[in-house]
């Protein structure tokens, strides 16, 4: 038996504390309602039907923050720029992207902290796939 107290306690994921499969399929779903009637983005998404890459985004961001491991079991690793290299993803795209991004986080609700992290990463992402001037 094991009496030390530390041995009992468990860290929980980010992905445990926001509440989530859940919350992160609110967020991807909010977040493609935006997308299918914009105008720039909607031609990023050559299906006719946004639920494959809605699901992939839900996959992807549920493994990122701590939860189950399907993305990579399903798609191998996620090689994020390489997957949107096809596209150009300039200043605008950028911007319109983190527009309805921000809309589905703050529809969320999650606490303040929370919140603050989930975006922090948001923004390096969007600024990372940036590759093409304009």
């Known amino acids: 038996m094991n009496d030390d107290p530390q041995s009992t ?3 929980t994921t980010f ?3 926001v509440g989530g ?3 992160f399929r609110r967020l991807v779903h909010r977040f493609y309602e935006g ?3 914009d105008p720039l983005l909607r031609p990023m998404y050559p299906e006719e039907d946004l639920g494959p890459a809605e699901e992939r985004f839900v996959l992807f961001l549920m493994q990122y923050w701590g939860g189950p ?3 990579s079991q399903h798609r191998g690793h996620p090689r994020l720029r390489m997957r ?3 596209f150009q993803v300039d200043a605008a795209a950028h911007d319109a992207w983190l527009g309805h991004m921000r ?3 703050d529809e969320l609700g999650l606490a303040p902290a929370h919140e603050a992290q989930l975006w922090r990463y948001l923004t390096y992402a969007a600024a990372s796939m940036i590759n093409t001037a304009g």
């Open 9 to 11: 306690v468990q860290e």
């Open 15 to 17: 992905y445990e504390q």
């Open 21 to 23: 499969e859940e919350t």
């Open 35 to 37: 997308v299918a009637g």
């Open 69 to 71: 491991t399907t993305y």
């Open 84 to 86: 949107h290299a096809p």
């Open 103 to 105: 809309v589905a986080v």
